[in-house]
């Protein structure tokens, strides 16, 4: 249905050539927004296919990034300052990167095997897919109280400690961080 719109931008431009640029970029839309629903459960698919090759190798990958960062004790650099308009987006990364929402999939595909044993993960499961507002509403009190612990502290460094505090206090987790890593891939591959 955006043919109209196609047509529209030629007119408005007065130049045909506008009218192919259009229908190109209505197409795009069209096919991003198929790829969009479809390509997850593709994906899914797949995944149950070679659950545990993708086990194994997340295992290694989990391992080598953690004795990468044994290593390698330099923070990166790139983020030690952060702009204010990038905070949302460094936030989003972070998160990601740290596993914050994909912690959870595996409890809401239902392709944790530990449900018969694990009283949490069962009351995780129930609640993801029996009711979306419960989970909406779990995401958006979990989100409300980091922000409130986080807030807290920050505002006691800014108002009260300062800079000079942080600087002096500050200790590196790097280490832990890496070690926890390797255990844990270590743990992922004997059982896969």
Same mark, same amino acid.
């Given at each position: 249905m955006g043919w109209p719109l196609a047509?529209? %931008? *030629? +007119?408005?431009?007065?130049?045909? /050539?506008?009218?192919w640029r259009a229908l190109a970029a209505l197409a795009g839309g069209h096919l991003l927004s198929m790829l969009a629903i479809?390509?997850?459960?593709?994906?899914?698919l797949w995944l149950v296919d070679y659950q545990r090759q993708?086990?194994?190798? %997340? *295992? +290694?990958?989990?391992?080598?990034? /953690?004795?990468?960062?044994?290593?390698?004790?330099?923070h990166p650099r790139f983020l030690a300052r952060v702009r204010p308009t990038q905070l949302a987006l460094w936030s989003f990364l972070a998160a990601l990167a740290h596993g914050a929402g994909l912690m959870l999939v595996?409890?809401? +595909?239902?392709?944790?095997?530990?449900?018969?044993?694990?009283?949490?993960?069962?009351?995780?499961?129930v609640l993801m897919t029996s009711n979306t507002t419960v989970a909406l509403g779990v995401?958006?009190?979990h989100s409300l109280a980091m922000m409130t612990a986080g807030g807290a502290l920050a505002f006691g460094v800014y108002?009260?400690?300062g800079l000079k505090f942080l600087s002096k206090s500050w200790f590196n987790l790097d280490l832990v961080w890496a070690a926890s890593?390797?255990?844990?891939?270590?743990i992922?591959?004997?059982?896969?």
């Open positions: 047509v529209s %931008a *030629a +007119l408005m431009e007065r130049k045909p /050539g506008r009218l479809l390509l997850p459960f593709t994906v899914l993708i086990q194994i190798g %997340a *295992a +290694l990958l989990v391992i080598a990034l /953690g004795i990468y960062l044994t290593i390698n004790r330099r595996p409890i809401y +595909l239902g392709i944790c095997k530990t449900i018969e044993t694990d009283a949490g993960h069962a009351a995780a499961s995401a958006l009190l108002r009260w400690l890593l390797i255990l844990v891939g270590v992922a591959l004997v059982m896969a």
